[in-house]
């Protein structure tokens, strides 16, 4: 419940990053809120450049 109300909205993402990108999309099914959080494009832009550090720049993927 920490997670949906009092977390900050920049740090959620990289929280999810540590369950890895299964987990995290399994989130989706669980309520609304975590449907919401995983629908963001800026969940699985942070997700992305965390675990794979790749970084989307005007719709395509550059290698850091």
Not at 19 to 26: M, N, W
């Amino acid at each position: 419940q920490f997670l949906q109300t009092n977390c900050p909205g920049d740090v959620l993402p990289k929280v999810l990053a540590f369950a890895g990108p299964q987990k995290a999309a399994a989130l989706y099914k669980t309520n609304r809120h975590w449907k919401h959080v995983m629908e963001e494009e800026t969940t699985w832009k942070v997700m992305c450049q965390d675990l794979y550090k790749v970084r989307y720049c005007c719709f395509r993927v550059l290698r850091c």
